[in-house]
């Protein structure tokens, strides 16, 4: 079984960034675990547990990529997507690779994935 891995980073007002999370994808799911020590240093500067997230000691699982992460993701029916994948020098829509391409972030939020 092949697994990968990505951090979620937060950063705080000062733009410190704290290790939060950890998403794995393995031939059959997604699993996500908050990272206990980022998560209790990152709760000091105002971090908030994820809304889907609410247990810090639970493994998540899913078949798809959570919802939460996937809308970090641009539509893969956008007319540009080509340009888009090209940039990240990937050949098909793949989320995950994505995901670790172009680190997830928003300029709505203070999270990246790393």
Do not use: C
Not at 33 to 56: R, S
Not at 65 to 91: A, E, G, H, Q, W
């Amino acid at each position: 079984m092949v697994n990968d891995t990505l951090k979620l980073a937060w950063n705080d007002e000062s733009g410190n960034k704290h290790i939060v999370g950890e998403l794995t994808k393995t031939e059959e799911k997604y699993f996500f675990k908050y990272d206990l020590f980022g998560v209790k240093k990152a709760l000091e500067y105002g971090f908030h547990l994820l809304i889907p997230f609410p247990q810090i000691n639970a493994t998540y699982e899913n078949e798809f990529l959570f919802p939460v992460f996937s809308s970090r993701l641009p539509d893969k029916r956008r007319s540009d997507i080509k340009k888009i994948l090209d940039t990240y020098k990937l050949s098909a829509y793949e989320p995950f690779e994505l995901l670790k391409s172009s680190g997830g972030k928003l300029p709505t939020d203070k999270f990246e994935f790393i």
